[in-house]
Structure formats: structure tokens, C-alpha cells
């Protein structure tokens, strides 16, 4: 052994154990690693839309614009669906068979829960919604992939004093408290898109929702809607530490509507 190798050996018999394993890490942390692919089960106000539907836009068509570009979504949100249709119809089958060890499963369902008068999708918060959603965490862990729930986004409804009012009565409470139950990461959309609502107020949210000359519809987001929540999500997947920094990016940045497609053909 030479000199300078028995000098290299000597110093690393003498750091802790982390610092010497530290290359080894380095080498699986630096090495080029798959992205992991994000995942959208969900609504129509996450949903891919098409020419048909447009200017309304799903916040799911949007989020690519806040990640890194390695890191795939697959949009799977339909419209009209709940947390029992979406599974009844199959559709997380689907779902988990597209899952990759790492990948992020993001669950989002609420608005259509709530419809007490269609059992097809009706479900109860504290019973048949947390039952339905733990079929999204348990499917999920079996492939080695990471689910995240996310309350779901607030309606556009201010009182006579211009306060932003939650409309979706205890289904955020019960996803709550079913992500502390199990464990898992929840990012509570409801809050953060209640206060932006909030901070920009009854006339300038207009603009943010699917308001045109024919329809005044407070629950679905036109363009700069669907990118300002979408970047909530981003948002709060980076401050979770779901994504790492590199991941996500245009935070804080400028996204134009004009970034926004629709494809020719009609959403389900």
C-alpha cells in the first residue's frame, strides 16, 4: 500500500461511521435515479379538460408548469367522480397497476361525496368516505408507492361581508383526521385556497373561476384558477418534503394562462 493510501485509510478509520458510509450514499443519491411520477385521483376540478369544456381547466392540467420536468403526472381525476364512484367504476385498479415503488399517489375527493341524493357517489364522512379512502392508502403502500391526501379545494361562496365561507362541511375534518389515524401526508388545500379566495376577495376571485358570458360556475377554475391552485400543491408538496427542492420550481414565478391546452375530444 502506498503512503498516500495508507494516509486516505487511517483517516477514515477515524470518522464516525455516517461520514464513511457517506460516499456509498452519495453515490445512490447523485447517480441518475428515476423521478418519481406524481399521480392524480380525483375530481372534475383536478381533471384533465378538453376543446369541449374549455375555458374551463382541472388544476392537475397546470401543476406540470410547477415541477421539474423528469417528473411525470398522470392525471387520472374525472369529472363528476367521488372517493366510492371513482372505486366502483374501477378506476383505482387502474390507478395502482400504473404505480411505481416511490411514486406519489395525490387523492383528492369531496365535492361529489357531498351529493346526498345520489347513492351512486354519496358517502358519509366519518364511515363510508375514511373506508373508501383507506382502499387509495392501502392500494397504494402495497405497490411501495407514497399516498398523499388533499382536502378538497374551496367552492368560490363569500357571506354579505365579503368573508370566504368552507362549503364542504365535515369531509376535511374526517380526511384529517384519517391522515393522522394512518399516518400519512395530508396537504389541506381546503385551508390554503379558503385564504386565498380570502385575500383576493369576492370580485377579483371571478376571475379566477369558470365565468363566462353564458355561465356564472363558482366550483370550476378557468385558467389562472387552475394554476393558482396547482401551485398550492406544488407548494405544499415541496414544504412536506414529498418532492425534493430541485423538483419543483416557478414557485414564485410567473405562469401565463396562455401555457394552457385543451385537447381536441371530450372529457368523460
Request: aromatic share 8%; with cysteine.
Amino acid at each position: 500500500m502506498t503512503l498516500a493510501r495508507r494516509r486516505l485509510a487511517a483517516a477514515l478509520a477515524g470518522l464516525p461511521l455516517a461520514f464513511a458510509a457517506a460516499p456509498a450514499a452519495l453515490a445512490t443519491t447523485g447517480g441518475h435515479r428515476r423521478m418519481p411520477a406524481l399521480h392524480l385521483a380525483g375530481d372534475s376540478t383536478a381533471a384533465q379538460k378538453y376543446t369541449d369544456a374549455a375555458p374551463e381547466t382541472g388544476w392537475g392540467m397546470a401543476l406540470p408548469f410547477f415541477l421539474h420536468r423528469d417528473v411525470s403526472v398522470a392525471n387520472h381525476a374525472v369529472n363528476g367522480r367521488s372517493s366510492k364512484s371513482f372505486l366502483d367504476e374501477g378506476r383505482l385498479t387502474t390507478v395502482l397497476a400504473a404505480l411505481r415503488p416511490e411514486d406519489l399517489l395525490l387523492v383528492q375527493f369531496g365535492h361529489n361525496d357531498e351529493k346526498k341524493e345520489d347513492p351512486a357517489r354519496y358517502t358519509e364522512p366519518w364511515t363510508t368516505y375514511q373506508d373508501c379512502l383507506r382502499q387509495y392508502l392501502d392500494g397504494a403502500r402495497d405497490r411501495g408507492a407514497r399516498p398523499v391526501l388533499l382536502t378538497s379545494v374551496e367552492r368560490r361562496r363569500f357571506d354579505a361581508g365579503g368573508n370566504a365561507l368552507p362549503t364542504h362541511g365535515e369531509y376535511p375534518a374526517a380526511m384529517r383526521a384519517l391522515a393522522a389515524e394512518a399516518g400519512v401526508p395530508l396537504l389541506d388545500i381546503q385551508e390554503r385556497s379558503l385564504a386565498l379566495w380570502q385575500k383576493l376577495g369576492p370580485e377579483e376571485t371571478k376571475a379566477y373561476f369558470n365565468w363566462t358570458a353564458s355561465e356564472q360556475d363558482n366550483t370550476h377554475f378557468n385558467p389562472p384558477g387552475a394554476i393558482a391552485v396547482a401551485r398550492l400543491v406544488a407548494a405544499g408538496l415541496a414544504e412536506e418534503r414529498l418532492l425534493a427542492p430541485h423538483a419543483v420550481r416557478r414557485l414564485d414565478g410567473d405562469v401565463p394562462a396562455s401555457w394552457i391546452t385543451w385537447p381536441e375530444g371530450e372529457g368523460a
